[in-house]
């Protein structure tokens, strides 16, 4: 009987001693299996890290990408804004200059009233071109450009108010012979047409002279008493 009891203490022995030796064992994988996990979520934390970080310079490289742009559109669109102020202000100009030349006024008189005292020596059939007054064209203004002639101004202004002119080409320039179908010598063998600018007579050609602004011309039929 003591004998089966020992055997059956030893059995019990042995089988403590088996397990607790299995329990031993197993503890290190548990450990590795701890370890394994923990190294993975760190990889994990460390790949998520790596991610947002690529992300946030990806983020930055595309800001600063749009900030160029940005600034490359507005440097585009105050070039564009000084070039059409540039080419307004060239208009402007262009304007003003062709406002001046087109308001640059004089005015032009064509008279004979000298053949009204000296009506017995005008050729005969003028009578009708005289007009009672004497004056052919009062004064008149008109518009000119620089550089234009006091001869311009009375061709223009003939030819607009349908007054027959006629001149000719003279070793001096042009000279005006007939105006209103009134001709030199119509009135006296040294009766014809005089002209001056400013109640002064100029010592040159009408085709010569060169009108300015404001200047006051005036065609004037001069009559000698024979």
């Known amino acids: 009987m003591k004998k089966r009891l020992i055997i059956i203490l030893s059995a019990i022995l042995l089988i403590s001693l088996f397990f607790g030796c299995s329990a031993q064992e197993k503890t290190p994988q548990t450990t590795t299996e701890t370890s394994v996990l923990s190294t993975s979520e760190t990889s994990k934390t460390a790949i998520a890290v790596s991610t947002t970080k690529k992300r946030s310079a990806a983020e930055k490289t595309t800001a600063e990408k749009t900030s160029a742009e940005k600034t490359s559109a507005e440097k585009t669109t105050k070039k564009e804004k000084s070039s059409a102020k540039a080419e ?6 262009s304007s003003r200059e062709t406002h001046t030349q087109i308001d640059n006024l004089c005015t032009i008189k064509i008279e004979c009233s000298s053949i009204l005292n000296n009506m017995d020596e005008l050729s005969e059939g003028h009578e009708s071109f005289v007009p009672e007054n004497g004056i052919i064209l009062p004064k008149t203004k008109c518009t000119f450009k620089k ?3 006091v001869f311009d101004i009375l061709e223009r202004i003939c030819d607009k108010k349908g007054i027959r002119l006629t001149a000719r080409e003279t070793v001096y320039g042009i000279y005006v012979s007939g105006i209103n179908n009134i001709d030199e010598f ?35 039929f001069v009559c000698q008493e024979g």
């Open 88 to 93: 307004t202000t060239k208009e402007k100009e």
């Open 147 to 149: 550089g234009e002639s």
């Open 186 to 220: 119509d009135c006296g063998k040294s009766s014809g047409w005089v002209y001056t600018v400013n109640g002064k007579s100029p010592p040159k050609s009408c085709g010569k002279y060169e009108i300015e602004n404001g200047d006051e011309i005036v065609f004037k």
